[in-house]
Protein backbone atom coordinates (compact mmCIF):
# COMPACT_ATOMS: atom_id res chain seq x y z
CA UNK A 1 0.00 0.00 0.00
CA UNK A 2 2.91 2.23 0.95
CA UNK A 3 3.95 1.27 -2.75
CA UNK A 4 1.13 2.54 -3.99
CA UNK A 5 0.74 5.75 -2.12
CA UNK A 6 4.85 7.03 -3.22
CA UNK A 7 3.68 6.29 -6.87
CA UNK A 8 0.70 7.86 -6.60
CA UNK A 9 2.34 11.09 -4.89
CA UNK A 10 5.09 11.07 -7.40
CA UNK A 11 2.28 11.45 -10.15
CA UNK A 12 -0.02 13.85 -8.39
CA UNK A 13 3.74 15.62 -8.07
CA UNK A 14 4.62 15.85 -11.92
CA UNK A 15 1.39 16.62 -13.07
CA UNK A 16 1.37 19.91 -10.94
CA UNK A 17 4.85 20.60 -12.25
CA UNK A 18 4.01 20.32 -15.49
CA UNK A 19 0.59 21.99 -14.78
CA UNK A 20 2.97 25.04 -13.17
CA UNK A 21 5.19 25.18 -15.75
CA UNK A 22 2.12 25.29 -18.73
CA UNK A 23 0.40 28.03 -15.94
CA UNK A 24 3.02 29.44 -14.66
CA UNK A 25 3.37 32.80 -17.47
CA UNK A 26 -0.62 33.34 -17.29
CA UNK A 27 -0.34 36.58 -15.13
CA UNK A 28 2.14 38.01 -17.33
CA UNK A 29 -0.50 40.28 -18.67
CA UNK A 30 -2.81 40.47 -15.75
CA UNK A 31 0.46 42.36 -14.22
CA UNK A 32 0.36 44.63 -16.60
CA UNK A 33 -3.01 45.84 -16.76
CA UNK A 34 -3.45 44.80 -20.77
CA UNK A 35 -6.84 43.27 -21.34
CA UNK A 36 -7.23 40.18 -23.13
CA UNK A 37 -8.92 36.33 -23.11
CA UNK A 38 -8.09 34.28 -20.63
CA UNK A 39 -5.40 31.62 -21.75
CA UNK A 40 -5.88 27.80 -21.92
CA UNK A 41 -3.02 25.59 -20.30
CA UNK A 42 -1.25 23.82 -23.06
CA UNK A 43 -3.18 25.93 -25.75
CA UNK A 44 -2.67 29.65 -24.82
CA UNK A 45 -5.33 31.64 -26.36
CA UNK A 46 -4.43 29.39 -30.11
CA UNK A 47 -6.38 26.13 -29.33
CA UNK A 48 -8.29 26.62 -32.66
CA UNK A 49 -5.83 27.69 -34.72
CA UNK A 50 -3.35 24.88 -33.58
CA UNK A 51 -6.35 22.47 -34.64
CA UNK A 52 -6.60 24.36 -38.02
CA UNK A 53 -10.57 25.55 -37.11
CA UNK A 54 -9.81 28.90 -37.08
CA UNK A 55 -7.21 31.24 -38.92
CA UNK A 56 -4.82 33.05 -36.47
CA UNK A 57 -5.91 36.64 -38.77
CA UNK A 58 -9.61 35.36 -37.45
CA UNK A 59 -8.29 35.31 -33.84
CA UNK A 60 -6.30 39.16 -34.37
CA UNK A 61 -9.40 40.32 -36.05
CA UNK A 62 -11.95 39.11 -33.09
CA UNK A 63 -9.68 40.55 -30.03
CA UNK A 64 -9.10 43.58 -32.41
CA UNK A 65 -13.07 44.06 -32.45
CA UNK A 66 -13.98 43.04 -28.62
CA UNK A 67 -10.43 45.40 -27.27
CA UNK A 68 -11.18 48.09 -30.14
CA UNK A 69 -10.70 50.98 -28.12
CA UNK A 70 -7.65 49.59 -26.00
CA UNK A 71 -4.01 49.72 -27.57
CA UNK A 72 -2.72 46.81 -26.68
CA UNK A 73 -4.39 43.14 -26.72
CA UNK A 74 -2.42 40.49 -24.54
CA UNK A 75 -2.42 36.63 -25.44
CA UNK A 76 -0.67 33.54 -24.83
CA UNK A 77 0.70 31.67 -28.26
CA UNK A 78 0.30 28.39 -25.85
CA UNK A 79 2.71 29.48 -22.94
CA UNK A 80 4.73 32.42 -24.44
CA UNK A 81 2.85 35.91 -24.45
CA UNK A 82 2.41 38.05 -27.32
CA UNK A 83 0.52 41.36 -27.69
CA UNK A 84 -1.40 42.64 -30.17
CA UNK A 85 -0.70 46.25 -31.28
CA UNK A 86 -4.45 47.72 -31.94
CA UNK A 87 -3.48 51.65 -31.89
CA UNK A 88 -2.12 53.18 -35.39
CA UNK A 89 0.57 55.58 -33.45
CA UNK A 90 2.19 52.96 -31.77
CA UNK A 91 2.00 50.73 -34.82
CA UNK A 92 3.59 53.43 -36.72
CA UNK A 93 6.46 52.71 -33.65
CA UNK A 94 7.00 49.32 -33.75
CA UNK A 95 7.22 49.29 -38.06
CA UNK A 96 8.96 52.48 -38.31
CA UNK A 97 10.10 54.68 -35.49
CA UNK A 98 11.24 51.94 -33.10
CA UNK A 99 12.69 49.50 -35.40
CA UNK A 100 15.72 48.59 -34.47
CA UNK A 101 13.94 47.37 -31.34
CA UNK A 102 11.44 45.44 -33.57
CA UNK A 103 14.30 44.79 -36.46
CA UNK A 104 13.47 40.57 -36.39
CA UNK A 105 10.52 38.40 -37.34
CA UNK A 106 11.57 35.39 -36.45
CA UNK A 107 14.83 33.55 -36.56
CA UNK A 108 15.96 31.13 -39.08
CA UNK A 109 16.17 27.97 -37.00
CA UNK A 110 16.44 24.12 -37.99
CA UNK A 111 18.25 25.15 -41.41
CA UNK A 112 19.55 21.73 -42.13
CA UNK A 113 16.13 20.08 -42.13
CA UNK A 114 14.05 23.51 -43.48
CA UNK A 115 16.78 24.13 -45.96
CA UNK A 116 14.99 27.57 -47.00
CA UNK A 117 13.94 29.02 -43.82
CA UNK A 118 16.98 31.45 -43.85
CA UNK A 119 16.06 33.31 -46.59
CA UNK A 120 15.28 37.03 -46.22
CA UNK A 121 11.44 37.11 -45.14
CA UNK A 122 12.98 35.26 -41.77
CA UNK A 123 16.46 36.16 -41.43
CA UNK A 124 17.54 38.15 -37.93
CA UNK A 125 18.94 41.17 -38.50
CA UNK A 126 23.01 40.30 -38.44
CA UNK A 127 22.00 38.49 -42.07
CA UNK A 128 19.50 40.28 -42.80
CA UNK A 129 20.61 43.84 -43.16
CA UNK A 130 23.50 43.58 -45.70
CA UNK A 131 21.60 40.78 -47.63
CA UNK A 132 18.59 43.55 -47.76
CA UNK A 133 20.92 46.73 -48.45
CA UNK A 134 22.56 44.42 -51.25
CA UNK A 135 19.60 42.66 -53.42
CA UNK A 136 17.60 46.15 -53.26
CA UNK A 137 18.99 47.75 -56.55
CA UNK A 138 17.05 44.65 -58.17
CA UNK A 139 13.90 46.26 -57.17
CA UNK A 140 14.28 49.69 -57.95
CA UNK A 141 12.03 51.32 -61.01
CA UNK A 142 14.52 51.58 -63.43
CA UNK A 143 15.55 48.04 -63.11
CA UNK A 144 11.37 47.12 -62.91
CA UNK A 145 11.11 49.12 -66.32
CA UNK A 146 13.58 47.11 -67.89
CA UNK A 147 11.90 44.03 -66.89
CA UNK A 148 8.66 45.23 -67.89
CA UNK A 149 8.92 44.41 -71.55
CA UNK A 150 9.54 40.78 -70.75
CA UNK A 151 6.05 41.14 -68.52
CA UNK A 152 4.67 42.05 -71.36
CA UNK A 153 5.83 39.20 -73.10
CA UNK A 154 4.15 36.94 -70.76
CA UNK A 155 0.76 39.08 -71.49
CA UNK A 156 1.03 37.73 -74.75
CA UNK A 157 1.03 34.28 -73.94
CA UNK A 158 -1.72 35.06 -71.27
CA UNK A 159 -4.42 36.60 -74.05
CA UNK A 160 -3.63 33.38 -75.94
CA UNK A 161 -4.78 31.16 -73.33
CA UNK A 162 -7.66 33.30 -72.52
CA UNK A 163 -8.59 33.43 -76.09
CA UNK A 164 -8.69 29.52 -75.97
CA UNK A 165 -10.50 29.20 -72.45
CA UNK A 166 -13.15 31.54 -73.83
CA UNK A 167 -14.01 29.25 -76.60
CA UNK A 168 -14.32 26.60 -74.36
CA UNK A 169 -17.46 28.31 -72.79
CA UNK A 170 -17.11 26.64 -69.52
CA UNK A 171 -16.02 28.46 -66.15
CA UNK A 172 -12.73 29.11 -65.41
CA UNK A 173 -10.60 29.65 -62.28
CA UNK A 174 -8.99 32.45 -62.35
CA UNK A 175 -6.58 32.05 -59.30
CA UNK A 176 -5.19 29.67 -61.26
CA UNK A 177 -5.25 31.08 -64.22
CA UNK A 178 -3.70 34.11 -62.90
CA UNK A 179 -0.87 31.71 -60.82
CA UNK A 180 0.35 30.40 -63.95
CA UNK A 181 0.49 33.91 -65.26
CA UNK A 182 2.59 35.19 -62.22
CA UNK A 183 4.82 31.82 -62.55
CA UNK A 184 5.95 32.56 -65.79
CA UNK A 185 6.47 36.57 -65.13
CA UNK A 186 8.93 35.56 -61.85
CA UNK A 187 10.76 32.89 -64.07
CA UNK A 188 11.46 35.08 -66.77
CA UNK A 189 11.92 38.79 -65.55
CA UNK A 190 13.92 36.97 -61.91
CA UNK A 191 15.84 34.29 -63.31
CA UNK A 192 15.52 34.14 -66.59
CA UNK A 193 14.08 30.55 -67.19
CA UNK A 194 10.89 30.09 -69.37
CA UNK A 195 8.43 28.22 -66.64
CA UNK A 196 5.82 27.32 -69.40
CA UNK A 197 3.02 27.48 -66.65
CA UNK A 198 0.18 29.07 -68.90
CA UNK A 199 1.73 26.86 -72.41
CA UNK A 200 2.16 23.44 -70.38
CA UNK A 201 -0.54 21.87 -68.28
CA UNK A 202 2.42 19.69 -67.26
CA UNK A 203 4.50 22.44 -66.37
CA UNK A 204 7.30 21.46 -63.59
CA UNK A 205 7.51 24.45 -62.15
CA UNK A 206 3.36 25.28 -61.52
CA UNK A 207 3.44 21.73 -59.62
CA UNK A 208 5.95 22.78 -57.57
CA UNK A 209 4.47 26.14 -56.95
CA UNK A 210 0.96 24.13 -55.88
CA UNK A 211 3.11 21.94 -53.12
CA UNK A 212 4.72 24.87 -51.84
CA UNK A 213 1.41 26.49 -50.66
CA UNK A 214 -0.26 22.98 -50.20
CA UNK A 215 -1.66 22.68 -46.43
CA UNK A 216 -1.00 18.74 -46.45
CA UNK A 217 -1.59 16.63 -43.37
CA UNK A 218 2.12 15.66 -43.64
CA UNK A 219 3.12 19.79 -43.54
CA UNK A 220 0.78 20.67 -41.02
CA UNK A 221 2.26 18.27 -38.78
CA UNK A 222 5.77 19.48 -39.74
CA UNK A 223 5.00 22.76 -38.75
CA UNK A 224 2.88 21.37 -35.25
CA UNK A 225 6.22 19.96 -34.16
CA UNK A 226 8.70 22.51 -34.94
CA UNK A 227 6.20 24.78 -33.27
CA UNK A 228 4.96 22.93 -30.03
CA UNK A 229 8.29 20.83 -29.77
CA UNK A 230 11.23 22.14 -31.23
CA UNK A 231 13.89 19.87 -30.04
CA UNK A 232 11.69 16.91 -30.84
CA UNK A 233 12.20 18.54 -34.53
CA UNK A 234 15.74 18.58 -34.09
CA UNK A 235 16.51 15.14 -33.38
CA UNK A 236 13.71 14.27 -36.30
CA UNK A 237 16.06 16.09 -38.49
CA UNK A 238 17.64 13.24 -40.00
CA UNK A 239 14.91 11.31 -41.04
CA UNK A 240 12.52 14.45 -41.81
CA UNK A 241 13.11 14.80 -45.69
CA UNK A 242 13.81 17.59 -47.61
CA UNK A 243 10.48 18.58 -49.65
CA UNK A 244 10.20 18.10 -53.38
CA UNK A 245 9.94 21.29 -54.22
CA UNK A 246 12.88 22.54 -52.00
CA UNK A 247 15.15 19.92 -53.70
CA UNK A 248 13.66 21.53 -57.41
CA UNK A 249 14.54 24.78 -56.34
CA UNK A 250 17.90 24.29 -55.14
CA UNK A 251 18.80 22.28 -58.13
CA UNK A 252 17.61 24.49 -60.33
CA UNK A 253 19.28 27.81 -59.16
CA UNK A 254 22.80 25.42 -58.93
CA UNK A 255 22.08 24.58 -62.47
CA UNK A 256 20.83 28.21 -63.89
CA UNK A 257 24.12 29.70 -62.26
CA UNK A 258 26.43 27.06 -63.50
CA UNK A 259 24.86 27.42 -66.81
CA UNK A 260 25.33 31.47 -66.97
CA UNK A 261 28.64 31.01 -65.60
CA UNK A 262 30.19 28.73 -68.64
CA UNK A 263 28.16 30.61 -71.05
CA UNK A 264 29.05 34.05 -69.98
CA UNK A 265 25.42 35.20 -69.94
CA UNK A 266 24.73 38.17 -67.65
CA UNK A 267 21.20 39.38 -67.58
CA UNK A 268 20.07 42.25 -65.33
CA UNK A 269 18.11 39.99 -63.02
CA UNK A 270 17.91 38.35 -59.69
CA UNK A 271 20.27 35.45 -60.52
CA UNK A 272 22.61 37.91 -61.88
CA UNK A 273 22.47 39.94 -58.53
CA UNK A 274 22.95 36.60 -56.19
CA UNK A 275 26.47 35.65 -58.62
CA UNK A 276 27.70 39.29 -57.90
CA UNK A 277 26.94 38.76 -54.25
CA UNK A 278 28.84 35.19 -54.63
CA UNK A 279 31.59 36.60 -56.20
CA UNK A 280 31.90 39.73 -53.72
CA UNK A 281 31.67 38.23 -50.24
CA UNK A 282 33.39 41.00 -48.95
CA UNK A 283 30.35 43.45 -49.21
CA UNK A 284 28.17 41.27 -46.91
CA UNK A 285 30.09 41.92 -44.15
CA UNK A 286 31.53 38.42 -42.75
CA UNK A 287 28.42 36.59 -44.12
CA UNK A 288 29.02 33.28 -45.52
CA UNK A 289 26.97 33.26 -48.59
CA UNK A 290 26.32 29.36 -49.33
CA UNK A 291 24.41 27.91 -52.07
CA UNK A 292 22.05 27.12 -49.88
CA UNK A 293 21.59 30.62 -48.50
CA UNK A 294 21.97 31.89 -52.30
CA UNK A 295 19.08 29.24 -53.49
CA UNK A 296 16.80 30.53 -50.49
CA UNK A 297 16.76 34.16 -51.29
CA UNK A 298 15.71 33.21 -54.59
CA UNK A 299 13.38 30.83 -53.50
CA UNK A 300 11.22 33.13 -51.55
CA UNK A 301 11.31 36.00 -54.23
CA UNK A 302 9.50 33.09 -56.47
CA UNK A 303 7.34 31.44 -53.60
CA UNK A 304 5.95 35.05 -52.22
CA UNK A 305 5.64 36.91 -55.47
CA UNK A 306 3.57 34.49 -57.33
CA UNK A 307 1.07 33.29 -54.79
CA UNK A 308 0.23 36.56 -53.57
CA UNK A 309 0.11 38.76 -56.85
CA UNK A 310 -1.90 35.75 -58.65
CA UNK A 311 -4.54 35.72 -55.02
CA UNK A 312 -4.60 39.61 -55.73
CA UNK A 313 -5.56 38.90 -59.53
CA UNK A 314 -8.12 36.74 -58.66
CA UNK A 315 -9.99 38.58 -56.18
CA UNK A 316 -10.11 41.73 -57.93
CA UNK A 317 -11.96 39.76 -61.24
CA UNK A 318 -14.23 38.13 -58.71
CA UNK A 319 -14.94 41.70 -57.45
CA UNK A 320 -15.31 43.39 -60.58
CA UNK A 321 -17.55 40.04 -61.81
CA UNK A 322 -19.76 41.53 -58.81
CA UNK A 323 -19.73 45.13 -59.80
CA UNK A 324 -20.11 45.06 -63.41
CA UNK A 325 -20.52 48.90 -63.52
CA UNK A 326 -16.62 49.08 -62.10
CA UNK A 327 -15.99 46.27 -64.57
CA UNK A 328 -16.79 48.52 -67.56
CA UNK A 329 -15.44 51.85 -66.15
CA UNK A 330 -12.01 50.29 -65.87
CA UNK A 331 -12.06 48.42 -69.30
CA UNK A 332 -13.01 51.54 -70.78
CA UNK A 333 -9.43 53.31 -68.92
CA UNK A 334 -7.63 50.34 -70.74
CA UNK A 335 -8.88 50.89 -73.77
CA UNK A 336 -8.52 54.61 -73.73
CA UNK A 337 -4.59 54.08 -72.97
CA UNK A 338 -3.64 51.26 -74.49
CA UNK A 339 -5.38 52.72 -77.90
CA UNK A 340 -3.14 55.56 -77.52
CA UNK A 341 -0.29 52.93 -78.24
CA UNK A 342 -1.41 50.64 -80.66
CA UNK A 343 -2.82 48.23 -78.59
CA UNK A 344 -0.08 47.88 -75.74
CA UNK A 345 1.01 49.93 -72.89
CA UNK A 346 4.47 51.43 -72.31
CA UNK A 347 5.35 51.30 -68.30
CA UNK A 348 4.78 54.83 -67.86
CA UNK A 349 1.14 54.22 -68.89
CA UNK A 350 0.43 51.76 -66.00
CA UNK A 351 0.64 54.14 -62.67
CA UNK A 352 -1.47 56.48 -65.60
CA UNK A 353 -4.42 54.24 -65.23
CA UNK A 354 -6.02 56.28 -62.34
CA UNK A 355 -9.11 53.92 -61.95
CA UNK A 356 -7.77 50.66 -62.04
CA UNK A 357 -5.06 51.62 -59.77
CA UNK A 358 -7.83 52.70 -57.27
CA UNK A 359 -9.34 49.11 -57.69
CA UNK A 360 -6.04 47.17 -57.24
CA UNK A 361 -5.15 48.89 -53.92
CA UNK A 362 -9.41 48.52 -52.92
CA UNK A 363 -8.81 44.78 -53.71
CA UNK A 364 -5.23 44.83 -51.18
CA UNK A 365 -7.68 46.50 -48.88
CA UNK A 366 -10.66 44.06 -48.55
CA UNK A 367 -8.26 41.03 -49.60
CA UNK A 368 -4.63 41.54 -48.24
CA UNK A 369 -2.46 38.70 -48.88
CA UNK A 370 -0.39 39.14 -45.71
CA UNK A 371 -3.27 39.05 -43.15
CA UNK A 372 -1.07 40.50 -40.20
CA UNK A 373 2.56 41.62 -40.08
CA UNK A 374 4.23 40.31 -36.50
CA UNK A 375 7.95 41.42 -34.93
CA UNK A 376 9.76 40.24 -32.31
CA UNK A 377 11.34 42.25 -29.96
CA UNK A 378 15.38 42.69 -29.87
CA UNK A 379 15.37 44.11 -26.31
CA UNK A 380 13.24 45.21 -23.32
CA UNK A 381 10.86 47.71 -24.51
CA UNK A 382 7.91 50.10 -23.15
CA UNK A 383 5.27 50.69 -25.85
CA UNK A 384 4.79 54.64 -26.23
CA UNK A 385 2.37 56.54 -23.96
CA UNK A 386 1.63 53.76 -21.82
CA UNK A 387 3.51 51.71 -18.45
CA UNK A 388 3.34 48.69 -20.31
CA UNK A 389 7.01 46.84 -21.21
CA UNK A 390 7.89 43.93 -23.06
CA UNK A 391 10.54 41.53 -21.86
CA UNK A 392 13.51 40.38 -25.26
CA UNK A 393 11.75 38.26 -27.80
CA UNK A 394 8.07 38.72 -27.02
CA UNK A 395 5.86 38.60 -30.34
CA UNK A 396 4.07 41.67 -31.44
CA UNK A 397 1.37 41.15 -34.06
CA UNK A 398 -0.17 44.21 -36.30
CA UNK A 399 -3.37 42.95 -37.53
CA UNK A 400 -3.72 44.38 -41.00
CA UNK A 401 -6.79 42.39 -41.96
CA UNK A 402 -8.62 43.93 -39.20
CA UNK A 403 -7.16 47.56 -39.62
CA UNK A 404 -8.04 47.38 -43.44
CA UNK A 405 -11.94 46.01 -41.87
CA UNK A 406 -12.25 48.73 -39.37
CA UNK A 407 -15.69 50.65 -39.89
CA UNK A 408 -14.63 53.60 -38.08
CA UNK A 409 -11.38 53.73 -40.72
CA UNK A 410 -13.37 52.28 -43.66
CA UNK A 411 -16.89 52.62 -43.46
CA UNK A 412 -18.99 49.31 -44.24
CA UNK A 413 -15.71 47.69 -45.04
CA UNK A 414 -17.60 44.63 -46.90
CA UNK A 415 -18.73 47.29 -49.49
CA UNK A 416 -15.82 46.81 -52.06
CA UNK A 417 -15.34 50.64 -53.15
CA UNK A 418 -12.59 51.88 -55.04
CA UNK A 419 -13.65 55.88 -54.28
CA UNK A 420 -11.51 55.08 -50.62
CA UNK A 421 -8.27 55.37 -52.73
CA UNK A 422 -8.96 59.09 -54.42
CA UNK A 423 -5.85 61.52 -53.21
CA UNK A 424 -8.26 63.42 -50.59
CA UNK A 425 -9.42 59.79 -48.93
CA UNK A 426 -5.90 58.56 -48.65
CA UNK A 427 -4.35 62.25 -47.70
CA UNK A 428 -7.28 62.00 -44.50
CA UNK A 429 -6.40 58.77 -43.07
CA UNK A 430 -3.76 57.89 -40.96
CA UNK A 431 -0.84 56.30 -42.59
CA UNK A 432 -0.63 52.76 -41.13
CA UNK A 433 -4.53 52.37 -41.79
CA UNK A 434 -2.93 50.74 -45.00
CA UNK A 435 -0.80 47.96 -44.70
CA UNK A 436 -0.87 45.41 -47.45
CA UNK A 437 3.03 45.07 -48.11
CA UNK A 438 3.92 46.29 -44.50
CA UNK A 439 6.10 49.34 -43.59
CA UNK A 440 9.32 50.30 -42.89
CA UNK A 441 12.61 49.00 -43.48
CA UNK A 442 11.32 45.73 -43.43
CA UNK A 443 8.49 46.20 -45.61
CA UNK A 444 8.09 43.66 -49.16
CA UNK A 445 10.73 44.19 -50.90
CA UNK A 446 9.40 43.14 -53.92
CA UNK A 447 6.37 45.11 -53.47
CA UNK A 448 6.91 47.21 -56.73
CA UNK A 449 7.30 44.61 -58.91
CA UNK A 450 4.22 42.86 -57.13
CA UNK A 451 2.42 46.08 -58.26
CA UNK A 452 3.72 46.01 -61.98
CA UNK A 453 3.25 42.60 -62.23
CA UNK A 454 -0.65 42.16 -61.15
CA UNK A 455 -1.55 45.06 -62.78
CA UNK A 456 -0.14 43.95 -66.03
CA UNK A 457 -2.15 41.27 -65.43
CA UNK A 458 -5.29 42.63 -64.91
CA UNK A 459 -5.02 44.79 -68.08
CA UNK A 460 -4.73 42.01 -70.05
CA UNK A 461 -7.52 39.64 -68.73
CA UNK A 462 -9.56 42.90 -68.77
CA UNK A 463 -9.16 44.41 -71.59
CA UNK A 464 -10.78 42.03 -73.88
CA UNK A 465 -12.90 39.58 -71.63
CA UNK A 466 -15.68 40.13 -69.38
CA UNK A 467 -16.48 38.30 -66.06
CA UNK A 468 -19.60 37.02 -64.75
CA UNK A 469 -20.86 35.03 -61.68
CA UNK A 470 -21.61 31.66 -62.61
CA UNK A 471 -23.52 28.25 -61.35
CA UNK A 472 -20.01 27.29 -59.93
CA UNK A 473 -19.09 31.14 -58.48
CA UNK A 474 -18.95 30.46 -54.42
CA UNK A 475 -22.37 31.90 -52.73
CA UNK A 476 -20.59 33.80 -50.36
CA UNK A 477 -16.81 34.15 -49.35
CA UNK A 478 -15.15 31.71 -46.70
CA UNK A 479 -11.64 32.16 -46.51
CA UNK A 480 -9.56 28.56 -45.90
CA UNK A 481 -8.18 28.90 -42.11
CA UNK A 482 -5.51 26.41 -43.09
CA UNK A 483 -4.16 28.68 -46.17
CA UNK A 484 -0.88 30.45 -46.04
CA UNK A 485 -2.39 33.19 -47.90
CA UNK A 486 -6.01 35.08 -47.70
CA UNK A 487 -7.74 32.86 -50.41
CA UNK A 488 -11.27 30.79 -50.00
CA UNK A 489 -12.55 27.14 -49.34
CA UNK A 490 -13.33 27.16 -52.88
CA UNK A 491 -12.34 28.55 -56.29
CA UNK A 492 -12.91 31.38 -57.62
CA UNK A 493 -14.15 30.14 -60.59
CA UNK A 494 -15.90 33.19 -62.77
CA UNK A 495 -18.03 32.94 -66.59
CA UNK A 496 -15.47 34.31 -69.04
CA UNK A 497 -16.76 35.99 -72.27
CA UNK A 498 -14.86 38.00 -75.27
CA UNK A 499 -16.12 41.45 -75.48
CA UNK A 500 -17.75 43.03 -78.51
CA UNK A 501 -15.90 45.49 -79.80
Given at each position: ?11 V????V ?8 F ?25 M ?38 V ?18 H??I ?5 N?FN ?14 P ?8 D ?9 V ?8 A??K ?5 C ?26 E?S ?32 L ?33 F ?22 L?A ?18 A????E ?19 E?H ?7 S ?13 T???Y ?6 F ?9 N ?10 T??I????I ?7 P ?8 R ?12 A ?9 N ?19 K ?38
Amino acid sequence: MACYLEIFSALVTVLFVFYYYLTSNFSFWKDRGVPGPKPIPGFGNIKDVMLMREALFDLLTRLYKEHRNEPLVGIFMRRRPAVIVNDLELVKDVLIKDFPTFATRLEARHEKIDVFSPNLFNLEPKRWRPLRTRISPVFTSSRIKDMFPLILECSVTLEKYLENATAKGEPVECREIAAKFTTDTIGSCAFGINMNAISDEESEFRKMGIEIFATTPWKLFKIFIRDTMPWLYDILGGVIKVSTSDKFFTDVIADTIKYRKENNIVRPDFVNLLMELKNEPEKLQDIELTDTLVAAQAFIFFAAGFETSSTTMAHCLYEMALNPDMQNKVREEIKTFTEKHNGSYPYESVNEMKYLDKVFKETLRKYPPGTFVFRRSTKEYTFNGTKVSIPKKTTVFIPVYAIHHDPKIYPNPEIFDPERFTEDAIAARHSMAYLPFGDGPRNCIGARFAVYQTKAGLITMLKNYKYEICEKTMKSYVHDPTAFVLGPKSGIYLKISKVEN
